[in-house]
């Protein structure tokens, strides 16, 4: 048997007796003007932050959305799309797609805008997605890449990559973790399929999007999620898994490297109205610039003593230097 074969048994067992505490959620479900979420989805949230970034959104794009689980987040897509079949739904699991339909059902009956053909559900796999080139504008997925190793993981991105449209985004949310996790964890299929040992470190996670094609990446949460600790998991210390919510963008990857912005902050306070760093940034005096990584790498490597580059707050919200 596969590890798949046992991400897939995991998720029809969850998806026939919905498990409230097989992922902890790290944020608080967010709530709309007349969006009432059915209890059953609440329980079937198996994601671990949000992929559903209200402010970006638009309510013409097309939406694909991998892994449906219960349904809730393919819920609040179309709560901004309110179109038929604006929102495309995958999943590999028969059980978990019948049981979203039939959440969708549930949710028609106690929302006055939605209609269950808002979403259409599609069975399919993250590896080979059922889905036309270059045919979508946002693509998300929710605590399923932490699952895949790391040719499927591969394989998963440059997935999402080929449907999105140029300029397209990819909303993701997933464990990381802070600090390598051990061989015998990462065998252990069942832990994996629990989105509880699969988890990369950050850097190494950034850098398979960017291998995946992707030229912009924003960081706009990176949360405590779960212990794994010594005792429990045989380990010499504990580890720390973090939940990172993030968008990429199908943009082309600059000659310098892919621009990620993590939550820095770089102030220019000198004697002149402006500075120029010499690679396409005019900072005005006194007015905060949020910065991608590398810019503000290339500022504090210039030592002045009128520009102060802040620390990462891996929150990142909005506006830049890219
Ligand atoms: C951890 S759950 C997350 C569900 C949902 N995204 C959420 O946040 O509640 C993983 C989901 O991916 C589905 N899944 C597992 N393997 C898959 C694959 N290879 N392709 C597509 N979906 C898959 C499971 O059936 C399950 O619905």
New binding site residues.
């Given amino acids: 048997m596969n590890y798949?074969d046992t991400?897939?048994e995991l998720?029809k067992t969850?998806?026939l007796s919905p498990q409230a505490s097989?992922?902890c959620v790290t944020s608080k479900t967010r709530y709309l003007p007349e969006l009432v979420i059915p209890d059953v989805m609440e329980e079937?949230?198996?994601?671990c932050g949000t992929t559903v970034h209200f402010g970006d959104l638009n309510p013409m794009e097309n939406i694909l959305y991998?892994?449906?689980?219960?349904g809730?987040?393919a819920l609040q897509f179309a709560y901004f799309t309110r179109r038929p079949q604006a929102v495309i739904a995958?999943?590999?699991?028969p059980e978990?797609m019948d049981k979203a339909a039939n959440n969708f059902k549930l949710a028609a009956e106690i929302n006055h805008w939605f209609k269950p053909d808002f979403i259409k559900l599609i069975q399919?796999?993250?590896?080979d997605l059922p889905v036309e080139d270059e045919s979508v504008d946002v693509a998300a997925?929710?605590?399923?890449f932490n699952?895949f190793k790391e040719g499927d993981l591969n394989r998963a991105l440059s997935e999402m990559h080929r449907v999105l449209k140029p300029g397209g985004r990819l909303y993701i949310?997933d464990p990381i973790a802070t600090k390598p996790i051990p061989e015998h964890l990462r065998k252990d299929e069942r832990l994996r399929a629990m989105?509880l040992s699969g988890a990369l470190m950050y850097q190494e996670y950034v850098d398979k999007i960017v291998c995946a094609g992707f030229g912009m990446i924003e960081i706009r949460a990176k949360r405590p999620y779960r212990i794994l600790d010594k005792q429990r998991y045989s380990l010499n210390e504990n580890i720390l898994l973090e939940s990172i919510e993030l968008v990429a963008y199908k943009n082309p990857i600059p000659v310098d490297g892919a621009c990620v912005f993590i939550g820095e902050t770089a102030i220019y306070y000198g004697a002149e109205e402006t500075f120029d760093d010499g690679k396409g940034h005019l900072m005005k005096r006194d007015i905060p610039l949020a910065v991608c990584h590398k810019t503000a790498e290339n500022l504090r490597a210039l030592n002045r003593n009128d520009i102060f580059v802040t620390e990462a707050t891996y929150h990142y919200n909005g506006g830049g230097c890219c």
């Fill in positions: 798949l991400v897939q998720y969850a998806a097989l992922c079937m949230n198996y994601g991998i892994g449906v689980g219960g809730l987040e995958v999943d590999k699991v978990m399919g796999d993250a590896l997925q929710n605590c399923l699952i949310s989105c």
